[in-house]
Nanobody, 119 residues
């Protein structure tokens, strides 16, 4: 069982920045692919970005490319999401998730952290 705890959300003005963190309880954190999802009111949950085990491979949804950066520190069992040039449409609850490989679904989820971008 892996527990994920997000932090770092909050209220920010358009153009501002936030850094989300997700701390994992897994002793084998480096064996998980980590991802950030988000869900805005009235919308489906969306995969924003993921990072592979060593951190070399990453992927981003088009709407955040060039503005968001995912990273991980396997020594600290933590994955980060640096969000710059925030827009009102980035407003959502952001969730951290983990899966073992690309054939499996995301089996572990955090409780979410609210990000609100004011216009």
């Amino acid at each position: 069982q892996v527990q994920l705890v997000e932090s770092g959300g909050g209220l920010v003005e358009t153009g501002g920045s936030l850094r989300l963190s997700c701390a994992a309880s897994a002793r084998t954190f480096s064996s998980y692919i980590m991802a950030w999802f988000r869900q805005a009111p009235g919308k489906e949950r969306e995969l924003v970005t993921w990072i592979a085990w060593s951190g070399v491979s990453t992927s981003y949804v088009d709407s955040v490319k060039g503005r968001f950066t995912i990273s991980r520190d396997n020594a600290k069992n933590t994955v980060y999401l640096q969000m710059n040039s925030l827009k009102p449409e980035d407003t959502a609850v952001y969730y951290c998730a983990a899966r073992r490989d690309f054939r499996s679904g995301y089996e572990y989820w955090g409780q979410g952290t609210q990000v609100t971008v004011s216009s």
